[in-house]
């Protein structure tokens, strides 16, 4: 069965077709909304299997909200709310206090944190001891740090949520002992913390009597005892600290004298933004909790040595002379200073076999370079060693580099024997070498020769190149952990780093380098959290002219930097549109950098702004910082679009461009199915595909219609008008653990084998296209990548390549339906009842059937979707053309349930039609429902509608041809 259906045609008037059928449908010439032009496409991260360029480390994606208004400090009860991170490891920050006042976001203070005080109390659980008991046993993390002093404290829990005195404090010290030795008793926090009813009288517990704690330094087995207060009790609340409480003073950020820090004084509500920088990194920055874990660890290109065990590092500027024509060093490299006689390497793990799906599987048909830049100072064997771990240990032979006093680039090739297609170790690549001495390492990489360093490969250019995607979303610059602007504009070929990440990441000047060649217009995600300074240097980057003969590399250091990178001309001229979306998902709370649950207070006002209002107004202040460049022109201006990322299931969108009339976009994530949409996995293969399919009508297009409104509604009021659509959609999946979900394997592969079929791919095309019908201006396709599992367009290299039937479905818009949207009336169509799901409600009367319409100068598109998945639905279409002069028939076609995992079972189809064989092609392919394109084809007129009138459907009213977007599609207003 064929599942969908186009029509282009270059015609006029009206035509219908001769035979009646259960579904038809009639084709106005009215136009409900303007022309979106193509959809576009989120890209994943780069393919580099190593990229470690080592510069400075910066966490900039931290804000708080002072909870105590105080002078020349910073109070937060949310500063380490989750016990993460040492004493002084703000010190050297710069903090910024940025305040709401008459509904508008201003920054009062930007300055420097003198130290970061961290000398209070920290709850050991969210849940409590429950109450009746006096005596438990319990240990500490296996991962805290051994041999380090904690202080514990009880303190009772009232019903009514009261927390009373705390009670004497008692010193432990958390043994370094073997975990095979270590106590495992039951965990005594069982009890769920009762809220705070402040209607119940009375006072507070009070403190427990004879506390005690002993720790056995053999099991770290710690035994606690005390006496119960009197009182109606919940349980009882335990506290640890590390530092002696006769020495607590709270947690805060002292301010220095920089910008009048010591002197300002800050308001309950204020938001407080701090930018980290360090050069080097330890266990012992984090707090003694996390002190075994990964969270805590250094970064991935941190030393180690061979024997086991970290080494220190630091990131220096380079030192001596660097050899003739390398450009990509960037700013810092890394140090690594060992005083004995041991075997280091820098390495990372990146490579597997072809049973799962996280790691590159090295191919043997391939070559792959190695490249670094080096230097050594006393080392007895001035040697480094390139070679691979795990599998391949033995069969590819380790690459030599001799080392000297000086800087040089050491660049070499490498092939693999075979493909590993068992179950084996996950492998590394590493840089070894021996000590005592010193040694520099910059530009660590490794990279398939036939990709080479560029963004994109050939292959990805010319895969969004036939899709015809206009725009290209990228998340290499925001869900991280933040970064500066040298950071984010270094060199095109050093990547991004944030924080203590190495991720394969794009900065900003290889995306706009690739994207400009690439002829596509970026849609650039940027952390909300660069300072004002970094924003007007971004647009003096953009679009700042450098004439070398008036301009110095003083006066425009951030255009010099753009012709350093071989552009000389402002990207402003080169691109046609400039998309800006700050940061990603404001509304989640697992974004690094979001806005969740915030709320502010006025300063000016007695008003408290919700979460989305605190967001619109954070994006009209950085907006505004940005129109403050004397580089941003009318040009800018009139090209630059920024974008506001909503949130489907409330306000939160509309409630932010309320407080931003700079941004144009309101969009939102509208995945079909999957955890985004709070709907579980399906077990049952059948039913989960009919269940994708009644998701457009059910879910995707009523959400548009209500995003509609809400412009409609914005618009109304006398605001200036905003556009609706998707930051994010396509087939949606869930992910072990969100929502509570358990994934097994069977489960992803089930949604898999849905969410990548026929019936996938039309409702995805269902609901891009509800979109569009409803106005929408900006739709996304996430996302652009190769892989079997989750959200991709492609099939993993070693399955084929081929793209999925969604990319498939969303390329014949952008190829054959881009144009000014028209009406599509229903005069009859078969239903059918869709049973509620997840937060779809039920369904009595579904259409089986949509159509959706475009023109384009004289050429006519008809999208037609069938939503059965058991037969063939007949179709008839009325068109507003008396005669064409060509038709062209572009299909996707096979079996709905199949897939595109590991064949290419679906693809597309182009069937030129001559006019002597017009009215045949149109009847019968209606009637099959097949049509996806039309022209170059004369038709003759067949019969006209039933006096302008359309024919009731059965089960409801008939519904007239629209003369104003309606919001309803394919069913009664």
Known sequence: MIRILAVAAVATAVLSAVEPSPAVLRVTPHVVAPDPGPYAATTVNKRELVDFSFEPMVWAHHRYQVSEAATG??????LDHADSFAEGWWDGAVVRVLRAENGAMQQKLRGVVKRYVRRDWKEFAAQLIPAGTTRVEMVLEPWSRPGQAWWLSLRAVDTAGRIGARSAAVRIVHPDIPGNQRAT???????????????????????????????????????????APAGALAGWRLDRTTTDPATHQGQFLELTGEGG?????????????????????????????LHGTYDAAPPDYAPQAMAGGERPFTLVPHPGVLPAGVSDAGSTCLRVESAQAETLMVAKYNHADTTQNYYEVLDPRQTYVVEVLARQE?????????????????EVAPIVFALSGEWQRFTAEFTVPRKLESEGPVGMMRLVWSGPGTVWLDNFRVYRKDRGLVRF?????????????????????????????????????????????????????????????????????????????????????????????????????????????????????????????????????????????????????????????????????????LKRSPYWSAEMERKTEFVIGGWAVNDYGYQAAKRSPSSRHVLVAAYNGGWDAGEDPSGEFEPALLKTLNYPAQDGIPTAVRLRREADQHAAAGNRPFRIGSYEAGPGYNLNGLNGVRMTPQLVEGENRVMKSLVGGSSTLDCFLGFTYQGAQLQNYFIFRRLRNYWASHADERNGGQAYPAWLGLSLWNSHGVGEVLGVVTERVPVRQAPAVGRRAAMAEMPEVAAYASRKGDRLTVFAISRRLDAALPLTLRLPIRSARSVTLHTLTGDPKANNLDAENIRGHARFHPRRRAWRCAGAAARLGVLLGVHRLRLRRAGAHRGGQPVARPGGAGQRPATALPHRLHHPA
């Open 185 to 227: 008793p039951a965990n005594p926090f069982t009890q769920a913390a009762p809220r705070r009813d402040d209607r119940t009288g009375g006072e507070a517990p009070g403190a427990p009597e004879g506390f005690q704690a002993v720790c056995d330094p053999a099991s770290g087995l710690i035994t606690m005892s005390w006496r």
């Open 378 to 394: 006393g080392l007895a064997a001035p040697r480094l060693t390139f070679d691979l771990s795990g599998s391949y240990a033995k």
């Open 457 to 625: 490969d050939a292959d990805e250019r010319a895969a969004l190149k036939a899709s015809g995607m206009a725009a290209i979303r990228t998340h290499d610059t925001c869900k991280s952990e933040g970064y500066s602007l040298d950071n984010l504009l270094g060199h095109p070929l050093t990547g991004l780093s944030s924080g203590k990440g190495t991720f394969t990441r794009g900065n900003l000047s290889a995306l706009l380098k690739e994207f400009a060649k690439m002829g596509v217009v970026p849609w650039l995600q940027l952390e909300f959290t660069l300072q004002e300074d970094e924003w007007l240097g971004l647009v003096e980057y953009l679009a700042a002219p450098y004439d070398p003969a008036t301009d110095t590399p003083q006066s425009k250091p951030w255009a010099w930097r753009r012709v350093q990178h071989g552009q000389p001309q402002p990207y402003s001229a080169v691109f046609p549109r400039l998309i800006l979306e700050f940061s990603n998902e404001t509304w989640n709370p697992i974004m690094p950098f979001n806005l969740a649950w915030l709320e502010m207070p006025d300063a000016a006002t007695t008003d408290k702004h919700s979460a989305g209002a605190v967001y619109g107004m954070f994006q009209e202040y950085t907006i505004q910082v």
């Open 73 to 78: 400090r910073l109070i937060s009860d949310r």
């Open 261 to 289: 820090g010591d002197r300002f004084t800050s308001m309950v509500g204020d938001l407080v933004l701090l930018t980290r920088t360090a050069a080097s990194l330890r266990r012992e920055d984090y707090s003694a909790r």
